[in-house]
């Protein structure tokens, strides 16, 4: 018997386990319906679809075979299997799917970012999506302490058998960082070797990543967005940096004129010096040079006009044009941070289970190599992240006039050209 997918979703309107779990085995089989609390007895209802209709399975739909059999242990092979193996090839092999979906949403986002226009509507998705990624990522970094309940000894007991294969290997992780946006330049070197040498003679994983450091990142693709931000343009009939620049100085000419006021000649030296501070500071915002000097050493990483962009949606936040955008960008710093959560999670573990001063599978340094990966060049966003440090009180913004509003409702989500 055939029964089509559609009369299928019909009788089954659920849908969501392929299987059908939670139906009667087999039909045929009349067992004497058990009275529930309520005292009816629909729950015993119901006919097993998957055999009725000859339909897919749920072992079939997810290709169960291949997943659960893909646990060999090197141990049993090689003589005794060591139970903590099996829990170390699982967790790896989870995490390699979740690389999988981590990739899948980050290059439909890419993809989105690509469009020229973007609706409203796209941006409600990319939101989602980046959430999604968020979720996963909390879920990665929390993992590593599945593997905290194997002792060193347990690992020691089966380490040998893992030969040369090391996480460093793992080419969905690099892929993750290139299609997030990590350079090239800014990653730490060990043995004075390119991270792509070890995949030399793998030619396809080789392409892969070339591919994904050529393609334009995550990054990139926000960067070209911030551009579009109204205001963020001299030209622009509204210019943010130029009102916010005097904002600032009203700002600063007035805490001047408090540290001016103060009597005591101490906290008069030491406030006037945090004013000097502040002062360079905000001046590395405004002065395009300066700005450039910081992306030369590294320290700053979005171009002039992108970095006022964020800094336009941080301060309007509460503009309903700027919801979706700034909760992009929330998403953004939230994916860098669980990254950098896992890096440290992962260090940690290492240190648990090699030391300080025991090298890798891998032939890295090992605790010390990755430790050396928790600084800030690893960082996609960081730029948001320092954003905080232009913030201004809410009574000291430039306001916005309706007509303002009206234009960027029409800008943010279209080209400029600049
Ligand atoms: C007992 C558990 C683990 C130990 C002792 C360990 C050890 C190491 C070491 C020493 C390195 C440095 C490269 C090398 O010389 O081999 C490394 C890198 C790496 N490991 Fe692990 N690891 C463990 C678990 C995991 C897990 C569960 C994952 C999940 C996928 C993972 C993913 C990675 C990745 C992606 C790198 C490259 C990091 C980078 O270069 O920034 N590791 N691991």
């Known amino acids: 018997?055939?029964?089509?997918?559609?009369?299928?979703?019909?009788?089954?309107?659920?849908?969501?386990?392929?299987?059908?779990?939670?139906?009667?085995?087999?039909?045929?089989?009349?067992?004497?319906?058990?009275?529930?609390?309520?005292?009816?007895?629909?729950?015993?209802?119901?006919?097993?679809?998957?055999?009725?209709?000859?339909?897919?399975?749920?072992?079939?739909?997810?290709?169960?075979?291949?997943?659960?059999?893909?646990?060999?242990?090197?141990?049993?092979?090689?003589?005794?299997?060591?139970?903590?193996?099996?829990?170390?090839?699982?967790?790896?092999?989870?995490?390699?799917?979740?690389?999988?979906?981590?990739?899948?949403?980050?290059?439909?986002i890419r993809k989105i970012f690509q469009q020229d226009i973007i609706e409203e509507a796209l941006m409600l998705e990319v939101n989602k999506r980046l959430q999604r990624v968020v979720m996963i990522a909390k879920h990665l970094a929390d993992q590593v302490l599945i593997l905290e309940t194997m002792t060193p000894l347990d690992f020691m007991d089966f380490r040998d058998h893992l030969s040369t294969a090391s996480g460093f290997q793992s080419l969905q992780f690099r892929l993750i960082e290139n299609k997030l946006g990590v350079k090239s330049e800014h990653r730490v070197r060990y043995n004075r070797s390119n991270y792509r040498d070890v995949y030399k003679e793998k030619e396809k994983e080789l392409e892969q990543l070339m591919k994904s450091e050529e393609d334009?990142?995550?990054?990139?693709?926000?960067?070209?967005?911030?551009?579009?931000?109204?205001?963020?343009?001299?030209?622009?009939?509204?210019?943010f940096s130029k009102s916010y620049q005097d904002a600032i100085n009203s700002i600063l000419e007035?805490?001047?004129?408090?540290?001016?006021?103060?009597?005591?000649?101490?906290?008069?030296?030491?406030?006037?010096?945090?004013?000097?501070?502040?002062?360079?500071?905000?001046?590395?915002?405004?002065?395009?040079?300066?700005?450039?000097?910081?992306?030369?050493?590294?320290?700053?990483?979005?171009?002039?006009?992108?970095?006022?962009?964020?800094?336009?949606?941080?301060?309007?936040?509460?503009?309903?044009?700027?919801?979706?955008?700034?909760?992009?960008?929330?998403?953004?710093m939230d994916i860098d941070s669980l990254i950098t959560k896992w890096r440290y999670n992962h260090v940690m573990l290492v240190q648990r289970m090699l030391g300080s001063s025991q090298i890798g599978t891998g032939g890295s340094s090992g605790y010390q190599y990755l430790r050396s990966t928790l600084s800030e060049r690893y960082k996609v966003f960081l730029d948001l992240f320092n954003l905080s440090t232009f913030l201004i009180p809410r009574q000291f913004l430039p306001p916005l006039t309706k007509e303002v509003t009206k234009i960027m409702a029409g800008y943010l989500y279209t080209p400029v050209q600049r």
């Open 1 to 108: 018997m055939s029964v089509s997918d559609k009369t299928r979703s019909l009788l089954n309107p659920g849908g969501g386990c392929p299987a059908g779990y939670g139906r009667p085995k087999d039909d045929s089989v009349k067992e004497k319906p058990v009275k529930s609390g309520s005292g009816s007895t629909n729950e015993q209802e119901g006919i097993n679809l998957m055999v009725e209709t000859n339909g897919l399975s749920y072992g079939d739909y997810l290709q169960l075979d291949k997943i659960l059999t893909a646990q060999t242990c090197q141990s049993e092979i090689h003589g005794e299997l060591v139970h903590d193996e099996h829990l170390f090839i699982v967790i790896h092999q989870a995490y390699e799917l979740w690389f999988k979906q981590v990739i899948f949403e980050i290059d439909s």
């Open 254 to 332: 007035e805490s001047l004129k408090d540290i001016e006021n103060e009597s005591n000649p101490k906290v008069r030296e030491v406030l006037l010096n945090s004013y000097k501070k502040k002062k360079e500071q905000y001046s590395s915002i405004f002065d395009q040079e300066k700005h450039d000097s910081l992306i030369a050493r590294g320290e700053r990483r979005l171009s002039f006009q992108a970095l006022h962009g964020a800094l336009m949606i941080s301060l309007y936040r509460e503009e309903p044009i700027f919801h979706l955008p700034h909760q992009v960008l929330q998403s953004l």
């Open 216 to 239: 334009p990142s995550l990054f990139d693709l926000i960067e070209r967005w911030l551009m579009r931000t109204p205001g963020t343009n001299v030209n622009d009939d509204f210019c």
